[in-house]
DNA sequence: CGTCCCCTTGAATGAAGTCAATACGCGTGG
DNA sequence: CCACGCGTATTGACTTCATTCAAGGGGACG
């Protein structure tokens, strides 16, 4: 099947794409190629974008700040993920995408993006799927941070973070990149870095995880979920088209 | 133009229905209408739901619980708000839709849901709007609980709401229906009931509502905004196509 | 008239934030 | 090669915000 990009791996979860959608997907991707440094800004609030972005390489994340400077991480963007979908239809940005990491990115073109989509059925569920999943991260992360504690707040994080990130083939066994600060945790977890920290030590304490220069180790993946109190199915990762013939053209998933 | 219902009446904030457009609006949501009791479930976590609901009249909420029993309130659906659209994607619903009072919602099936958006793209197109809006609202709320203090929070809760009811032209001067309990808007926020209760005095110590039998009334909304550090631009209520007339087939939104 | 919710309030407790000092690690330049 | 500096991580002491527990109070409804 070739070397799989990190897009093309997380589609493949749900929707089985042809070698033909693959082949159009690639193409849709290595049209228009963007590096920044880490800690700069993809797009801002109040920007009005053109296109949308893929990334391709390195962490960023999607943030949104209060007048007085409090910010609140509302997402965080891996290889693979798409980010700003809406940007078909709304007219400006309401919060802030920035790179965590040296970041390269696609950014794809309205009438591309509607083109491929058009002509692969199956690349445009793949899609949808992808955008609906993003809402369900979302939703969880509201309830992340208004109910869990500091402790399964951060667990949460790492077991969704470490599960993303295998679903892109981007972790060894039980170990994984992992490039964000104690302030990055701290914001995506509505915690201040200092308890952040302390809440590390506690984790670190009970053998739950080893984070060691930007790479973490998951001991025990099982027993870190069940601290997290982690219930997998808001992710959906489950595969919708297991019987469809990738080949079969317009076809639609199975319910 | 005749008596609007609330989903017309807020979709006409994005996008201008045509007269034939508003009667497939019409016809869409008066076929299957299911009416059920305050605290009744819609759907529940697990479900496969058949059909896309749309809300008629009375107030509804998403709802997702923890193990132990924490629950957290994702969003509230009032007269006008569409649930579900995902359904016809993914599989397994992870979180529970319960009314929150005597609830009339309409289910449409996915047939006749295709059928209208590839018949109406104007239809199509404010569909899409408002399941962005929808994203954008869960963000912020995201934001709300992680990052805002029990005042702040509570208050960004009463100007969303109020503004939302005004879109669908429930509001009387600076007046609303207010059904919610003390007990949901702790859910909502992440605070505890009794907590909520001290806030709600103080809200009310500073005049800033005054909240009595189901109504609720903002004698300054700029102050509580204010207090909320409320920035409306999440929910883009900005019109995207004023110019465009509504009578042109396959219009699409000028940018 | 009693009962069931829901709202309200007080007192004690607890989780997380703030402030501030210190330690570590790494790259740069002397 | 070492010293310095800067960004990040760590820790302690104290404060604050919110929770918990517990006890009334009030209104709607049978």
């Known amino acids: 099947m070739g070397a799989e990009t990190p897009l093309i791996r997380k589609l493949q979860k749900f929707v089985r ?11 849709l991707v290595q049209e228009r190629i963007q590096k920044i440094g880490g800690r ?11 296109t949308l972005k893929v990334i ?11 007048e007085d400077g409090r910010r ?5 963007f891996l290889p693979g993920d798409l980010c700003e979908l809406n940007i078909y239809i709304l007219r400006e940005m309401d919060h802030t995408i920035a790179a965590l990491t040296p970041l390269t990115y ?17 690349i445009a569920q793949a899609f949808w799927w992808d955008t609906l999943v993003a809402m369900a991260v979302q939703r969880e992360w509201t309830l992340n941070v208004g109910q869990r504690t500091a402790l ?16 892109i083939g981007r972790t060894r066994r039980n170990r994984c990149e992992f490039p964000l600060l104690q302030s990055d945790l701290g914001e995506a ?25 930007k790479e973490l180790t998951i001991p025990d993946l099982e027993r870190l979920k069940e601290v997290a109190m982690f219930n997998i199915s808001y992710l959906h990762l489950e595969h919708e088209s297991q019987e469809l013939d990738p080949n079969e053209i317009g076809g639609r998933a199975a319910r």
């Open 17 to 27: 794409l042809s070698a033909e959608d693959e082949r159009a997907l690639d193409k």
């Open 106 to 122: 696609a950014e794809i073109t309205r009438d591309k993006f509607e083109h491929v989509t058009s002509q692969h059925p199956r």
């Open 56 to 66: 391709l390489s390195g962490w960023a994340c999607r943030t949104k700040m209060l």
């Open 189 to 213: 977890t509505g915690l201040s870095t200092v308890h952040v920290n302390r809440t590390l030590r506690e984790l670190r304490s009970q053998n739950l995880i080893v984070l060691r220069g």
């Open 152 to 167: 399964e707040r951060i667990s949460h994080l790492f077991c969704e973070l470490f599960i993303k990130l295998d679903v």
């Open 72 to 76: 609140q991480i509302l997402s965080f």
């Open 40 to 50: 700069e800004d993809v797009a801002r609030e109040g920007d009005n974008p053109e």
